[in-house]
């Protein structure tokens, strides 16, 4: 079932996770939406600074950002009611995971790519 996936720490640069995982989900038909706010458009898709920002609900955020920076995004993901948040490696740390324990938030931590039956090396 296609769901509408919010790729936070989406980038330009096809190198990165972040872009891989966009190009990914987008091939197994998921809508994409590509969440850094230094970026007008990832793939050609609009992006949005803040999961806030996206009008309607996203059934899942895969996140790509360091720690630090998914520490401040918790509140934003629980205030949006995600679902799913694929906290994927290199992106969690003890604090990041005590406080979305602590928010009860859904929190996977594994490579939401592989987790849909891609490689990352599919999408150089």
């Known amino acids: 079932m296609a769901k ?9 640069d096809r190198r990165k996770f972040g872009n891989k995982a966009l190009r990914a989900f987008r091939a197994e038909g998921h809508t ?24 309607g609900p996203i059934d899942m955020a895969t996140v ?11 509140r934003e993901f629980q205030e949006k009611q995600i679902a799913e948040i694929w906290i994927n490696p290199g992106a969690e740390d003890d604090a990041l995971i005590a406080e979305g324990e602590r928010r009860g938030l859904n929190l996977i931590y594994a490579c939401s790519i ?5 490689n990352p090396a599919q999408f150089p």
Do not use: F, K
Request: no cysteine.
């Open 4 to 12: 509408t996936v919010a790729v936070v720490g989406a980038s330009n």
């Open 114 to 118: 592989v987790g849909i039956g891609r």
């Open 64 to 74: 790509y950002v360091q720690p630090e920076v998914g520490r401040t995004l918790l």
């Open 32 to 55: 994409v939406i590509p969440i850094n706010p230094h970026e007008r458009q990832v793939e050609g898709i609009q992006t949005y600074a803040s999961v806030l920002d996206v009008p």
